[in-house]
């Protein structure tokens, strides 16, 4: 197909948000490339929406399959996906909503020996994680090599979302974790995993809502349209109480 017609299918499918950011902006997102680490609850929503707004190029992230317990939540998955890589089966979602997207999926867990080849050259970086030292080793890679941080997580009905930057406090600092200022070795990885209690209960719009809120925190920092919610400050939700929408510093 002539390159002319992939522009304009591109510029179609964004074109009700095109009185929201100029061009010039749009072009910034559709030139970026974000790295999304998980393909599950939040991951999936993350994926999703960043496809949908028009970012150029995706890397993605997850060593799991697809199960029955997922589908009460995780958008990528179906009854047809199930025993199938969430990594897989996302890049091809992600070609039947946006095929202009560029994906490159990884059916791996990022540790210390492969997070230097899968993340870099990522301009944002964006956690979908349920493994508390996973998400310790990338805020700290993130902030060493300066590469914005979008952090979010749930649990039930609550959710927690900030953004962390070389210039912000770090991760470790904002929530007080007994990781800070320590090597990461067995110890620590033991201390950071008795914070995390078995699997945590959850129901399908928390991870939804707070993945498409990252996405958007994404599409701030790389368009530069609004205000990112910067640490020390953290966005709060509960969908029990919708009172309980909040910015807090910490």
Known sequence: MPERFNEMGYWEIVTRQMSIVSKSEQTRFKESKIAVIGCGGIGGSVIEMLARMGVGSLVIIDKDSFDMSNLNRQVMSSIDSLRKSKSEVTKENVRLINPYVEVIAYNEELDEHNIDKIL???????????????????????????????????????GQLSVFTEKTPSYEEVFSLPSKGKELNKNVKFDLEKLSHGVPPVIGPTPNIIGSLEAFEAFKLITGIGTPTFAPKVLNVDLLDLNSFSCLEL
């Open 120 to 158: 870099s050259g990522c301009d944002v970086i964006i956690d979908a994680l349920d493994n508390l030292y996973t998400r310790v080793l990338i805020s700290r890679y993130t902030k060493e090599n300066e590469i914005p941080f979008v952090h979010g997580a749930i649990h039930g009905t609550m």
